[in-house]
Nanobody, 122 residues
Framework: VQLQAYGGGLVQAGGSLSLSCTFS??????IGWFRQAPGKEREFVAG????????EYADFVQGRFTISRDTVKIKVYLQMNNLKLEDTAVYYC??????????????????WGQGTQVTVSS
């Protein structure tokens, strides 16, 4: 499965960005968004089940982010609103070919895109 994340950029605190993830294999079960800030571990942000669209979010999202999918374009989106300085990170999309639930461990995801930088400025 090949994935590509894009849509990152520089935004002021309180602003919005929309990330997109394209992937090559429609049999993928779960798509997750992760992020990694400098010096920190890669952490789960949100995940979506491709078949049903059900989703889960990390606690720190606090209603600011929305994950969605387009089954025609074979894309997953991450709409990020009210961005904070601490949201600055490289954001990755990843694919879990199995469905054991929307898992939050990075090790559950077998396939990864290259990442896109999100920088939130004050």
């Amino acid at each position: 499965v090949q994935l590509q994340a894009y849509g990152g950029g520089l935004v002021q605190a309180g602003g919005s960005l929309s990330l997109s993830c394209t992937f090559s294999e429609q049999s993928t079960k779960i798509i997750g968004w992760f992020r990694q800030a400098p010096g920190k571990e890669r952490e789960f942000v949100a995940g979506i089940r491709w078949s049903s669209g059900s989703s889960e979010y990390a606690d720190f999202v606090q209603g600011r982010f929305t994950i969605s999918r387009d089954t025609v374009k074979i894309k997953v989106y991450l709409q990020m609103n009210n961005l904070k300085l601490e949201d600055t990170a490289v954001y990755y999309c990843a694919a879990d070919p199995q469905d054991f639930g929307i898992r939050r461990s990075r090790y559950a995801y077998a396939y990864w895109g290259q990442g896109t930088q999100v920088t939130v400025s004050s």
